[in-house]
Each structure stands twice: as structure tokens, then as C-alpha cells.
């Protein structure tokens, strides 16, 4: 078992009071927090090793060089990626998706053929596909959920036709926490010659992600949701694919040679990322990841499903508390999506505010889910490895509070 208290001590912005209590923060799924260690690593970066990368032969610009791409092998290791080659460097989820979309998706989509998504997805996995389907005429599919929330497997399996090309889900929703089955999607997807891609930003940071063992084509997550820096992410993909993509994006770092006419472009994983990078944010990057796996996230993930199996059934036992989502806590990573009865969830995340409880409000980007769960927002609390039972003690108490006043007056 974790030793929460302990680890709590890393992470400086914790120590807080809002609005005159102290902070307890449950909005991880949008961004968790940075500890210590990672503070110290951008530090120290920008105190004695800021230089460009791939370029200097001079000490700095080595030791810069050195640094990021020894992250990059770091990450390659954390999701087992066959080769440091396999890992490219992005902004985020978001930039990963769409330089999929846009590279293999333009290049091996045609008229008619079929895209398939849920509705469970972040916008940043819709719109990106959608634009494909537009661009090349071809049909976007959605799967059905199930009356708890989850992927309808049998539709899943219809929907996923000879004439399917990508298939590309989460492998955890953002709002209703559902952990999808997704090495058998991805069995699915290359059953009928399709590539899978997984969108891994609220995975990677809550549980071991093996890409080969999973056989995913592509996967993406992002740094700020891991303890990392913002502005920084990965996109994963098989060798074989990302040989024969060519890249979005043009200009330094990613050429060989450059004529009057023409260009070459330079070897993977470099040929996709042109520009300066984000090196600071690369190397902290690097960073989360050696505290991440020196915690272990088998150890994460077995705590932040305890926490749900604590919380879940004294959210349920409220009256007029509606949870969007499967009811069994085992099934689920530690994202609660809620409504109270007759309050709006702005409304409900502003009064848990000054609580010093900070939970998200909203439709989280995810706006045809909400459609189909026939609401316009909801209230989201997500925990992560810090969060303690006290702080879900909080929680509740807080939700109970919520409630009273916007029935009552009273809080």
C-alpha cells in the first residue's frame, strides 16, 4: 500500500488553504499536480543546461541533447515501445491525434470507408476524425454504451466492418471513468485489417501500459495529466506504420537535406517534429516518469481503485445524487461524474469551492456523450495517487453541504 502521507510531502501545491480551507484537489483528470522532484529537474535545466537540441556541438547544447532524448528512451521504456524510434515527442493527446489523422488517416482513407469511435470520446478524438470523414468522404460510426456506461461490445463488433480503416478509442473515459477492454477492440480492429488507435491520456498516468502486449497501432497520452509539465505528449506508433507516414509539420530538426525544389527528411522519430521542442517539458517529462515508476503503477492503480470502492458508495447513498457510469467501483478509474438533482453543476462545483474542494463543471469535452446521457454538464471529482480518504471524507461531506444549501439555504 502507498504511503500517501509520505508522498503528499512532494507536491508543494497541496499545502494550501481556498477560501479558507484547506485544498483538496479532485480535478486530476484535467490536470494533476507536479511534484517536487519534477520542479527541480526543470530547474535545474534552465539554471545550467538551456541550449537547442540536435544542433550545438558545444558542452550545453550536448548535455541538453542528452537529456532529451534520454527521456524519450525513459518513456519508451515506461510504455514498452519496441524502439526509442517508436516515440515521438508532441504537444499532447490532442497534437498526437490530429497528426495521426492527418497523416495516415489522408493517406490510407478512402470514399466510403468507415472511422469508428464511441460516443464516449473527447472531443479531440471526435473532431480530428470527423475532418478526416469530411476530407475523404468517408462514413464516421459510433459505438453504442450500455445503460451503465460502458462500450456495447456486441456493437462494437458490428460496427466494425471489412470496410473499417481506423478505430480509434479511449482506453479510459474522462467522465465516467469506464476502463474500455481494450485489447479486445484492438483484436477487433485488426480482425478486419483496421489499425487501432488508443487514446491513453487517462490511462498512462493510472496504470501499467504495455503497447506491444496490447498490440496497439498507435496510442497517445499527455505529460501535464502525469505529473509532468503542460505542453508536452507522446505519440506512440508501430515502426512499420510511422516509416511509411510522412509528417504534418515542416520546417528544422526534421529534414535531411533541403534543395531549391525538394526536401528529404531525416530519420525517425525526428522527421515528425520540426521546430524547436518543448525540451524543458521533454525532459520533465522524463522526470514524471522516473517518479512514476519508482512508485510503480500497478501500486497507483490498485490505490486509486481502493479510494472509488471508498467513496463510490457514499456518493451513491445520497439522495438526489445522480453518477453517470458502471455502479460497480471495480470497474471504474478514479473519475466520478455526478449531478445533484435541481442544482446546476457550475453551481455545485462554485459552492464546493468555498469549500476549498475543487472538482471540474462542465460538459469536460465531451458533448456528444452528454448528448446521449441526455444532460447538458455535469460535475466531475477525479483522484489520483495523492488524494487521501480524508480528502474523499471532505468530498462527501462537501457534496452533502452542496446539496443543503441549494435546498435549504443553509451550508
Known sequence: MLNVDKLRQDFPILHQEVNDEPLVYLDNAATSQTPKQVLEVLKHYYEHDNANVHRGVHTLGERATSAYEGSREKIRQFINAA????????????????????????????????????????????????????????????????????????????????????????????????????????????????????????????????????????????????????????????QSLLEKMEPVEFGGEMIDFVYLQ????????????????????????????????????????????????????????????????????????GVIAFNIEGVHPHDVATAMDMQGVAVRAGHHCTQPLLQHLNVQSTARASFYFYNTEEEADKFIEAVIATKEFFNHGTI
Open 262 to 333: 525538394e526536401s528529404t527528411w531525416a530519420d525517425l522519430p525526428w522527421k515528425f517534429e520540426a521546430g524547436t521542442p518543448n525540451i524543458a517539458g521533454g525532459i520533465g517529462l522524463g522526470a514524471a516518469v522516473d517518479y512514476l515508476t519508482e512508485i510503480g503503477m500497478d501500486n497507483i492503480h490498485a490505490y486509486e481503485q481502493s479510494i472509488v470502492e471508498y467513496v463510490l458508495p457514499k456518493l451513491q447513498a445520497i439522495e438526489g445524487v445522480v453518477i453517470y457510469g458502471p455502479k460497480d467501483p471495480k470497474k471504474r478509474s
Open 83 to 238: 524502439s526509442s524510434k517508436e516515440v515521438l515527442l508532441t504537444r499532447g493527446t490532442t497534437t498526437s491525434l490530429n497528426w495521426i489523422a492527418r497523416s495516415y488517416g489522408d493517406a490510407n482513407v478512402s470514399e466510403g470507408d468507415e472511422i469508428v469511435i464511441s460516443y464516449m470520446e473527447h472531443h479531440s478524438n471526435i473532431v480530428p476524425w470527423q475532418q478526416l470523414a469530411q476530407r475523404k468522404k468517408a462514413v464516421l460510426k459510433y459505438i453504442d454504451l450500455t445503460e451503465d456506461g460502458e462500450l456495447d461490445m456486441a456493437d462494437a463488433r458490428k460496427k466494425i466492418t471489412e470496410k473499417t480503416k481506423i478505430v480509434a478509442l479511449n482506453h479510459a473515459s474522462n467522465v465516467m471513468g469506464v476502463i474500455n477492454p481494450i485489447e479486445t477492440l484492438i483484436e477487433f480492429a485488426h480482425d478486419v485489417g483496421a489499425v487501432m488507435v488508443v487514446d491513453g491520456a487517462q490511462s498512462a498516468p493510472h496504470m501499467s501500459i504495455d503497447v506491444q502486449k496490447l498490440d496497439a497501432d498507435f496510442y497517445t497520452f499527455s505529460g501535464h495529466k502525469m505529473c509532468g509539465p503542460t505542453g508536452i505528449g507522446i505519440l506512440y506508433g508501430k
